[in-house]
């Protein structure tokens, strides 16, 4: 019996890929597109374990596969170097059709949100634009991806306060180099020296999600403008082979 056999037998209620979810995923998902056959496998078994454990509910709009899959790989992106990793501080993801304010009015002209990790009654949830998540994909070369962003503020807030401060960095002692880093990079978005977007510049926990954001869309161009925060965010999510060895520019620690 293969593998995946296996599985499908020992899982039979449970969601698990299949080749059109592999083909979608190969058109739209540039980092999984990049990693290697057996790495693929294990980004594959994430994204099932993620939707089989996490609710996602459309409001005023409906969720079709696509929309599950682009979800579950922005959880995994972020995630997928490390071990054994579960969002335990998530259970639902709300999508709406497009963007909303802070009382959730969707299409507001007030505000324009486009994610958001909640707090309070919210917490355990995550909102989701429909059209952000989608272009997050769509368009490979912007920078931009709202639910990767999302997902890195949960990982951020896994020890209990979303501050720019992940795991890594604590564990690796380099929480005081990293704070002082954060913060000349930011000076540098402020007087417009830099090609990190403005967002980023909001406080710590936004730089992080920004820069990272920047870092799984665009690691060659990153680790070319940005050696060090490109360096720091290697080792805070442990890039996977297939992307550390994408570029020929040298590895800098
Ligand atoms: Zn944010």
């Known amino acids: ?6 599985f499908r037998r020992k899982k039979q209620n449970l969601f698990s890929i299949n080749q059109e979810d592999k083909n979608l995923m190969l058109t739209k998902i540039n980092f999984y597109k990049k990693l290697n056959s057996k790495e693929r496998l294990s980004f594959e078994l994430q994204v099932s374990n993620f939707l089989n454990t996490t609710k996602i509910t459309g409001i005023k709009t409906t969720v079709d596969q696509t929309d599950r899959i682009l979800i579950a790989s922005s959880a995994v992106i972020p995630i997928f170097a490390f071990d054994n990793w579960e969002y335990r501080n998530l259970t639902e993801v709300l999508l709406y059709p497009e963007h909303f304010d802070e009382n959730f009015n969707i299409g507001s002209k007030s505000k324009f949100i486009l994610g958001m990790v909640g707090n309070g009654a919210m917490e355990g949830t995550m909102i989701l634009s429909k059209k952000a998540l989608h272009h997050g994909f769509d ?19 896994a020890d209990g306060r979303i501050d720019g401060l992940i795991g ?12 002082d880093f ?22 710590n926990a936004e730089f992080l ?18 050696p060090e925060l490109y360096g720091y965010l290697s080792e805070f999510f442990n890039l996977p082979p297939a992307l ?9 620690d």
Do not use: C
């Open 168 to 179: 890594g960095v604590k564990e690796n002692l380099l929480v005081l180099p990293w704070l």
């Open 182 to 203: 954060m913060q000349g990079k930011i000076r540098d978005i402020q007087k417009n020296k830099s090609d990190i977007r403005t967002y980023g510049a909001t406080n």
């Open 1 to 6: 019996m293969s593998f995946w056999n296996f």
């Open 139 to 157: 368009n490979k070369t912007d920078k931009l991806n709202t639910a990767v962003h999302e997902f890195i503020h949960l990982i951020d807030k």
């Open 244 to 252: 550390k060895h994408s570029s020929n520019i040298k590895n800098v």
């Open 209 to 226: 999600a920004v820069a990272g954001e920047y870092f799984f869309e665009r690691p060659k161009l990153l680790k070319k403008k940005h």
